[in-house]
């Protein structure tokens, strides 16, 4: 079991400040997406260094070693809303092997940087692949436990 670890009891979690949590993220009344407990030590991370979402970066502030927080986020403070305008349509007779409905694929987009996208439907002209975040449009359940917090600046690393 991992210690609690709160040298100064009023230490809070802030920009800047190093975290040492554990946390897990499901479809609200859904199913569990990820969850870092059955990792031996919890994951650390620096607020503001890009590893959580900001919705999620939020739901932190404030809290202290020994604190646990679970919180029901809106698509908004997740991963986005849905957009209609991330379905796109190909030439099914494009691809190098039939899509198959359901599947992930890797694109690349102009800047040659992947891009996935899940394969909504096809048929023998048209394959249509929906590029939105698979869990974009999802009310998101977000439970954290935090083990330690060490303050901005005391640990060594600087934000950009």
Not at 68 to 91: C, H, I, K, M
């Amino acid at each position: 079991m991992t210690e609690f670890i709160n040298p100064n009891e009023d230490t809070r979690i802030e920009a800047g400040s190093k975290v040492e949590l554990h946390f897990s993220v499901a479809i609200e009344s859904g199913p569990e997406i990820d969850n870092t407990r059955s990792r031996a030590e919890p994951v650390s991370l620096v607020m503001g260094d890009g590893s959580l979402l900001p919705g999620f970066e939020k739901a932190l502030f404030g809290l202290r070693a020994g604190d646990r927080r679970t919180v029901s986020l809106p698509p908004e403070e997740a991963f986005g809303p849905w957009n209609p305008e991330n379905v796109q349509t190909f030439d099914t007779v494009k691809f190098e092997q039939r899509p198959v409905e359901g599947h992930m694929i890797e694109f690349e987009d102009k800047a040659k940087q992947s891009l996935y996208g899940v394969v909504k439907s096809v048929n023998d002209d048209i394959t249509e692949v929906d590029f939105n975040h698979p869990l974009a449009g999802k009310d998101i359940t977000f439970e954290v436990e935090i083990f330690k917090v060490t303050p901005a600046g005391q640990q060594g690393i600087q934000l950009k």
